[in-house]
């Protein structure tokens, strides 16, 4: 994961970007690309950029579950939400992971090396149940599974 940007680095990353053009979610996506994550200075920069309001901007961000606002952990899971998911038993997989992990969706490690949220389906369904760690397909899980992976990833012998 790259340093916290400086104003400079966000508003020449974004400077491509023009307002009433769509380009919300380009800059968001660039911005996120390249640090992980969507600072609050950030959503400032690209309110500005834009021509708009950093509410407007941040509408977007809290929109859709993919564009964080804090850094990611060093290995990140992502539970699948999807219908195909939790018809094979996802929640279970969830809720097995979470209190394997000690973690509540949406949470990280204190030492932020592993974190837990909500991903939304990438149409790997035949894979169902999943998660993706580090953004790596783990699928057709039994809550076993889903406790022996958590299990690795607290331990730190699987990234």
């Keep these: 994961m790259a340093a916290a940007p400086s104003l400079q680095e966000l508003r020449e990353l974004v400077a491509e970007f023009q307002p009433n053009r769509g380009h919300v979610l380009p800059a968001l996506h660039k911005v996120q690309e390249k640090y992980g994550y969507v600072?609050?200075?950030a959503i400032e920069v690209i309110a500005r950029q834009l021509n708009t309001t950093p509410a407007l901007?941040?509408?977007?961000?809290s929109f859709y579950a993919d564009i964080r606002t804090h850094p990611p952990a060093e290995t990140e899971?992502?539970?699948?939400?999807g219908p195909a998911c939790r018809l094979l038993g996802g929640d279970r997989i969830r809720e097995a992971m979470q209190h394997t992990l000690?973690?509540?969706?949406?949470?990280s490690s204190e030492d932020h090396r592993y974190g837990i949220h909500l991903g939304q389906c990438n149409g790997t369904c035949s894979e169902a149940p999943q998660?993706?760690?580090?953004?790596?397909?783990?699928?057709?899980?039994t809550v076993a599974d889903a406790i022996l992976l958590a299990r690795e990833?607290?331990?730190g012998s699987r990234e």
């Design 131 to 141: 998660v993706w760690v580090n953004g790596r397909v783990i699928g057709k899980l």
């Design 153 to 155: 990833i607290k331990e």
């Design 77 to 81: 899971i992502a539970w699948c939400s």
């Design 102 to 107: 000690e973690l509540p969706l949406g949470g």
């Design 39 to 41: 600072s609050r200075e």
């Design 57 to 61: 901007i941040f509408g977007s961000v």
